[in-house]
């Protein structure tokens, strides 16, 4: 069974610019989530679809970021216009979404950006 | 203060050797528990889920205590295959995922 895939894997960026990157999760996973690692701290959650509905995006850091995933399959995160803060790894996971805690999220390999 | 605190090591030790990871956490009403592992310039992967009366799976033991709000992981006859970053996280009831920051185990021979 395929895991969760991530586009681009590297993308570097000048400040200003728009980058788009693409999440498909693992096929049959209702939810999908993304999170970030910037340098030196710890992985944050930013936002959590359950199919195309936004379920919670209280982790976005500002409206430079919009998360959109038509038809509730794969999803896109684009950061416009991109600022040096915004460096970091991108990480999309997905899951069934089982009640109580027992749901186990898979994690992609991550998109790594630079914003020079 | 961080919700996830964990030791950032690293954690040096032979192989074979015993080590220990601690974990505390700040939300008293956090529901479940987990060890990740992360493999440099990796994706964190699910290591084992903690439970209160403490699970065990092959080498490694994890337990957690709600008292004092704190969860450990045990590694017993490391390998060098053990070297990664450990990330203690914790759920809410919201889905999303409380990482913290990592503790890195080196193995050495």
């Known amino acids: 069974e395929a895991g969760v895939t991530q586009f681009p894997s590297h993308s570097v960026i000048e400040k200003g610019q728009t980058v788009t990157l693409r999440c498909d999760p693992i096929?049959?996973?209702?939810?999908l989530y993304w999170y970030r690692r910037v340098m030196g701290k710890e992985i944050k959650f930013l936002l959590h679809?359950?199919?195309?509905?936004?379920?919670?995006e209280s982790g976005m850091p500002n409206n430079r970021f919009l998360a959109e995933r038509t038809g509730g399959t794969y999803s896109t995160l684009k950061v416009q216009p991109a600022e040096l803060e915004d460096s970091g790894v991108y990480f999309c996971?997905?899951?069934?979404?089982?009640?109580?805690?027992?749901?186990?999220?898979?994690f992609g390999p991550g998109t790594r950006l630079t914003v020079l | 203060r961080k919700e996830v605190e964990q030791d950032p090591g690293p954690f040096n030790v032979p192989e074979g050797a015993t080590v220990a990871f601690n974990c505390t956490y700040s939300?008293?009403?956090?529901?479940?528990f987990f060890w990740y592992r992360q493999d440099c310039r990796k994706e964190p992967k699910l290591l084992m889920s903690?439970?209160?009366s403490g699970n065990e799976d092959g080498r490694f033991t994890a337990q957690l205590n709600r008292a004092s709000q704190y969860i450990s992981l045990l590694i017993r006859d490391s390998k060098l295959s053990d070297s990664a970053t450990y990330l203690c996280?914790?759920?809410?009831?919201?889905?999303?995922?409380?990482f913290g920051s990592g503790t890195r185990l080196l193995v050495r021979p």
């Open positions: 996971a997905s899951s069934f979404g089982l009640a109580g805690g027992t749901d186990t999220q898979y």
């Open positions: 096929s049959g996973h209702d939810n």
């Open positions: 679809f359950v199919k195309e509905s936004k379920q919670d």
């Open positions: 939300n008293s009403a956090s529901q479940s």
């Open positions: 903690v439970y209160s």
């Open positions: 996280v914790v759920y809410h009831s919201s889905y999303k995922l409380i």
